[in-house]
């Protein structure tokens, strides 16, 4: 059963608001509604599963980075970290993480070891959100943040933050089943100058799944989700393009 105010985006989408009585767009039925409905839905898990393949591989990316510069716990050392208050940041947030997991890993760590209070960072990164990451990323060194954003064929770690930042609120958003539908997305990716990269306008969906494909074919693992989505929207003709970001 789908509630009236989770359609009602949906159904003003087809309203004429510049006729008397805002009447529907003729030949409106519901059963379009409903597959503009739909239509999101899918959107919404194909990206889902892009943005999820992309954490995976830059949990292991920061991992590689800090480790074959600095070892197995690297959060030990300030020099890993762009700043003494960055360094206190991630500690915290790594802690924090560690406390709370339930993993066995974790447990198997707590319960056989007392020194170093944390994990080695190939065994740390798998507790990690989509958030936290993105966090520890902004905390490290710049040498080691051009070393991560180089593994996705980014070039300038800023460009690449940012990148980080708008697929971080595209996991959420699909996450929490919201809509995808008529949004401009709040967090914009810096361009990529030397790929022109993205092409598309930067509050739309595509630009953002342009920015993920480029990412995700630099690491070795291309995911074609701007051709993807492009097909999902093809293939339901209620959704306009625009109204799909594309």
């Given at each position: 059963?789908?509630g009236?105010e989770?359609l ?5 989408a087809r309203r ?9 767009v003729p030949?409106t039925s519901y059963r379009?509604?409903i597959?503009?409905?739909?239509c999101?839905a ?11 393949q ?6 292991n ?12 716990h690297?959060y030990l050392?300030?020099?890993a970290f762009?700043?003494?208050a960055?360094h ?5 947030s790594?802690?924090d993480?560690?406390e709370?997991?339930?993993d066995?890993?974790a ?5 056989t070891?007392g020194d170093?209070?944390l994990p080695?960072i190939w ?6 959100t989509?958030g936290r990451?993105s966090n520890?990323y902004k905390?490290l060194s710049g040498?080691?943040r051009?070393?991560v954003?180089?593994?996705?064929g980014?070039?300038?770690d ?7 930042a708008c697929?971080?609120?595209l ?10 539908f008529n949004?401009k ?5 810096k361009t990529?100058?030397s790929?022109?990269?993205?092409t598309a306008?930067?509050?739309?969906l ?6 993920l ?5 630099a690491?070795?693992a291309?995911?074609?989700i701007v051709?993807r989505v492009g ?5 339901h003709p209620?959704?306009?393009p ?5």
């Amino acid at each position: 059963m789908i509630g009236y105010e989770r359609l009602r985006i949906y159904f003003l989408a087809r309203r004429q608001f510049n006729v008397p009585g805002r009447p529907f767009v003729p030949g409106t039925s519901y059963r379009d509604i409903i597959a503009l409905y739909e239509c999101d839905a899918i959107l919404r898990d194909a990206c889902f599963g892009a943005v999820g393949q992309f954490e995976i591989l830059l949990r292991n990316s920061i991992s590689e980075a800090v480790s074959q510069a600095y070892g197995s716990h690297p959060y030990l050392n300030s020099a890993a970290f762009k700043d003494p208050a960055s360094h206190i940041s991630a500690i915290k947030s790594l802690s924090d993480v560690y406390e709370r997991t339930h993993d066995a890993r974790a447990k198997h760590y707590r319960n056989t070891y007392g020194d170093p209070y944390l994990p080695a960072i190939w065994t740390l990164k798998e507790f990690l959100t989509f958030g936290r990451s993105s966090n520890l990323y902004k905390c490290l060194s710049g040498p080691l943040r051009t070393a991560v954003a180089a593994d996705f064929g980014v070039p300038s770690d800023e460009v690449f933050e940012s990148w980080i930042a708008c697929l971080v609120d595209l996991r959420n958003i699909c996450a929490h089943h919201d809509r995808l539908f008529n949004r401009k997305l709040q967090k914009q990716p810096k361009t990529l100058t030397s790929a022109s990269i993205p092409t598309a306008p930067k509050p739309k969906l595509k630009a953002i799944l342009e920015c993920l494909d480029h990412a995700m074919t630099a690491r070795g693992a291309s995911v074609g989700i701007v051709a993807r989505v492009g097909r999902i929207i093809a293939a339901h003709p209620q959704m306009q393009p625009a109204e799909a970001g594309y």
